[in-house]
Structure formats: structure tokens, C-alpha cells
């Protein structure tokens, strides 16, 4: 195994800027071959990355973490994307229910440590557990969304999954994938319709109003402090530089380079 840093990536993310999400898509797919996967959460930019797999038949599987209290509308689109989309969509789970966990923890979520501790169980933890099984992870993060997204690299290093991460989505701003969504009526979760701007558990997301920032409806109860879950690497406070250990042959083909292993 070579060692693949976020370093190494920077040219590649420049290079990157100039590609669209779809050839993002192709090269992720002709790059990793069978060893990639998308991740969605069943939100607008999820639910449009659905659309360009399908649209371009590239057969990558989508994972969705259910963490056991989602909206009904949110495993209702899961299985109307599946459905209408012919996605291969694998669904994880944590390893207690919410109740298990109540039981045993307390009520988590009502606390900021409590919240990250309660994110890690039942969304890091059920995608942990099928690290090794890919070596390129497709996610849906754009820099429009902005906080601690809206500088987010189109890829990155995954070192817990020891993956890469892609956002082919980095660059598209609110109105372009609006067009995208209307010119192809994608199909997206009625709860966007119903005032969430982002979607995740029923205990901790609410709608927003229109003067608020997108993540407001996230962990409203907790405040400012507590805005995203941890899932996503590039949400992670930088406390050390990133790398993964992945083959050798594999980096020369996400670089675009050779190595000489002549002495």
C-alpha cells in the first residue's frame, strides 16, 4: 500500500474545477471501477446525483444511512428513487434502535456533546462498518451550502474509511441545480416542499424560515453550535493532515501520473 495525502490532491482539485459534475461522475466510475459508491441522504443534491447515475448508466450503487428515526418522507423517496431510478440503493442501520439507546445513554440528542456522541452512533458508525468495501465514495456536499462547506475540496481523503471522497456537486450553485431539478423533474423529497432546507432525523431537524441560513433547521434546539453530524470528513474540525493508504497503481490512476519503480 503508497499513502495518498490531501496534499497530493490539490492539482487534481484544480484540474477538477474546469470538469463538470457528469465527466466528474465518468472518471469517478472509469477510475475505481466497481470499488465506488454514492452516498445519499435523500435531499435535493442527493436526489440529483441519483438522476445523473441514472442518466448516464454508470451503475454505481447508492448507500443511505436510515438512522431509525427518519422522516416517512425521506425512506418514501429512498424507495421511489430505487424504484423509478432502477438504483441499486443499500441501506445501513445502527446497531441499537433509538430506544435500545435511550435506554442505555440517555436522551442524547438534547446535549451538544450528547448530539455528536448520538450522530456518531447511528450515522458514523453504520458507514464505518462497510469500510474496506470501497475505495471512492461519492457524496453531494457544494460550496453554496457555506459554512464549514464552502470551501469543500471536490476531492478529498477519507481517512476513517480510508476512501476517497468526490463532490462532483461542489461547484454547482442553488440556481444552477434548481435548472438541473426542473429541466429533468428529478424526483426529490416532499419535505424541501414543506419548508426544510436539509433533512436528517425527526428529533433533530425542523423547517426554516426564509431569512434563516440553510442549516438553521438543523439541531435548532442546541443552537449555532451544533450544525453538522460528523459524517462527512470535510465537516471535521483540521487537526491533523488527512491521508489513506490505497494501492499504488490505484493513486497513479486517480493522479493521472506513473510511478517508476526502477532503482
Known amino acids: 500500500m503508497s499513502r495518498l495525502s490531501q496534499a497530493k490532491l490539490l492539482d487534481l482539485n484544480k484540474a477538477f474545477d474546469e470538469r463538470t459534475p ?7 466510475r472509469d477510475t475505481f471501477g466497481l470499488r465506488v459508491a454514492a452516498i445519499s441522504a435523500m435531499q435535493k443534491a442527493g436526489s440529483v446525483i441519483c438522476h ?3 442518466r448516464l448508466k454508470l451503475d ?14 425521506t425512506l418514501d423517496t429512498r424507495d421511489q428513487l430505487a424504484r423509478e431510478y432502477g438504483l441499486n440503493i443499500r441501506t445501513l442501520t445502527p446497531r441499537l434502535t433509538m430506544t435500545e439507546q ?11 456533546e450528547g448530539q455528536k456522541q448520538c450522530c456518531h452512533m447511528r450515522k458514523v458508525e453504520p458507514l464505518r462498518a462497510i469500510a474496506g468495501e470501497f475505495d471512492a ?5 457544494r460550496r453554496a451550502e457555506g459554512g464549514k ?8 481523503v477519507d481517512p ?12 454547482m450553485t442553488d440556481e444552477q441545480m434548481d435548472a438541473y431539478v426542473s429541466e429533468h423533474n428529478v424526483i426529490l423529497n416532499p419535505l424541501h416542499a414543506q419548508g426544510f432546507t436539509t433533512i436528517g432525523c425527526n428529533r433533530c431537524t425542523t423547517p426554516v424560515l426564509p431569512n ?16 453538522y453530524c460528523g459524517i462527512n470528513p470535510t465537516d471535521m474540525d483540521d487537526s491533523t493532515a488527512p491521508a489513506v493508504d490505497l494501492p499504488q497503481d490505484l493513486i497513479d490512476r486517480i493522479l493521472g501520473q506513473k510511478t517508476d519503480f526502477m532503482i
Do not use: K
Open 52 to 54: 445523473m447515475l441514472h
Open 102 to 112: 435511550t435506554a442505555e445513554f440517555g436522551v442524547l440528542y438534547l446535549s451538544v
Open 160 to 171: 476513517e474509511m480510508n476512501a476517497v471522497r468526490l463532490n462532483p456537486l461542489a461547484n
Open 137 to 141: 465514495l461519492i457524496g453531494s456536499l
Open 212 to 227: 434563516e441560513p440553510p442549516r438553521a433547521g438543523r439541531w435548532r434546539h442546541l443552537g449555532p453550535w451544533s450544525m
Open 22 to 28: 457528469e465527466e466528474l461522475l465518468r472518471w469517478c
Open 60 to 73: 454505481i450503487p447508492v448507500v443511505f444511512v436510515d438512522t431509525g428515526v427518519m422522516y416517512q418522507e
Open 149 to 156: 462547506r464552502g470551501g469543500c475540496p471536490i476531492i478529498s
